[in-house]
């Protein structure tokens, strides 16, 4: 199973880089929080990261399909991003 990390990069508001992140179905996603400000993300499936706490990364999250994700901690509107599940092309041999 592929993994990908989403880097947290700091600003007014925090970006996420890449946004959006294309992944093949049923990925291992892992947020690292690059700022020196805690997140919590809120992702368009219902669940919810623990805090990713200023320069550590998040628990490794498995996507099955595509969603959306935001930051909820206090003061940290327009924090947003997107993970898009994307087929997996065959590579034809050599």
Not at 6 to 27: C, F, L, R
Request: glycine share 4%; proline share 11%.
């Amino acid at each position: 199973m592929p993994n990908f990390s989403i880097s947290i990069i700091s600003g007014k508001p925090a970006t996420y880089s890449p946004n959006p992140q294309s992944v093949p179905a049923n990925s291992e996603v892992t947020w690292n929080n690059t700022t020196e400000d805690d997140h919590q993300l809120t992702l368009s499936d219902g669940r919810v990261t623990p805090v990713i706490v200023a320069e550590q990364s998040s628990p490794e999250y498995v996507i099955v399909a595509s969603i959306t994700y935001e930051c909820t901690a206090p003061d940290h509107k327009g924090e947003s991003g997107a993970i898009n599940v994307v087929a997996v092309q065959d590579i034809p041999p050599c």
